[in-house]
T-cell receptor, first 113, second 113 residues
Framework: AQSVTQLGSHVSVSEGALVLLRCNYSSSVPPYLFWYVQYPNQGLQLLLK??????LVKGINGFEAEFKKSETSFHLTKPSAHMSDAAEYFC???????????FGKGTKLSVKP | EPEVTQTPSHQVTQMGQEVILRCVPI?????FYWYRQILGQKVEFLVSFYNNEISEKSEIFDDQFSVERPDGSNFTLKIRSTKLEDSAMYFC???????????FGNGTRLTVT
């Protein structure tokens, strides 16, 4: 069975500050890991994914995430927050042989001017 | 860039009524999915569809739910007799291959009164 835990349902940062959104996973097989972003009234957009290649994955909009097997973590970071980053972010895990994603509960990111 | 298109964006229906949510996946994609997100909760997998049949479904996807790909472009989710607890945002998603990323539509917000 697979599961995802996102620590913090709401994170608030100042513009220009570091963004750190936490995700821990549980998987009995080597996982695929994903971060999705959801802007208000829109669908889920893929930010980045880990598929067992490089452990540091770079995504769109300056985001990156590092896969740490020893910590079963896949935290999302961005060095400098922008107002347009305000959205809800979902971490998800998938079994290699299946396509359905198991999502975390999401973290809403607010960016203060 | 091709998109997954969902219509309508918002549907209101009365309890006990049948509702059909419509999706047009990206044209060369072969795998199709429905997810839902009850307000304030995590995104949940409902069903996956490949080669004209359901490949996997969750516990949520009971006999009240059905999916259909009536032609080469549409992928529909039918709820036969809606309940209040079916109120949620329903997301359609598609992907080209087994290990390809999922592309989500903007969702249909279903409100059951």
């Amino acid at each position: 069975a697979q599961s995802v835990t996102q620590l913090g349902s709401h994170v608030s940062v100042s513009e220009g500050a570091l963004v750190l959104l936490r995700c821990n996973y549980s998987s009995s097989v080597p996982p695929y890991l994903f971060w999705y972003v959801q802007y208000p009234n829109q669908g889920l957009q893929l930010l980045l994914k880990y598929t067992s290649a490089a452990t540091l994955v770079k995504g769109i909009n300056g985001f990156e995430a590092e896969f740490k097997k020893s910590e079963t973590s896949f935290h999302l970071t961005k060095p400098s927050a922008h107002m347009s980053d305000a959205a809800e972010y979902f971490c998800a895990v998938s079994d290699r042989s299946q396509g359905n994603l198991i999502f975390g509960k999401g973290t809403k990111l607010s960016v203060k001017p | 860039e091709p998109e997954v298109t969902q219509t309508p964006s918002h549907q209101v229906t009365q309890m006990g009524q049948e509702v059909i949510l419509r999706c047009v996946p990206i044209s060369n994609h072969l795998y199709f999915y429905w997810y839902r997100q009850i307000l304030g909760q995590k995104v949940e997998f409902l069903v996956s569809f490949y080669n004209n049949e359901i490949s996997e479904k969750s516990e949520i996807f009971d006999d009240q739910f059905s999916v259909e790909r009536p032609d080469g472009s549409n992928f529909t989710l039918k709820i036969r007799s809606t309940k209040l607890e079916d109120s949620a945002m329903y997301f359609c998603a598609s992907k080209a291959g087994e290990n390809s990323p999922l592309h989500f539509g903007n969702g249909t917000r279903l409100t059951v009164t």
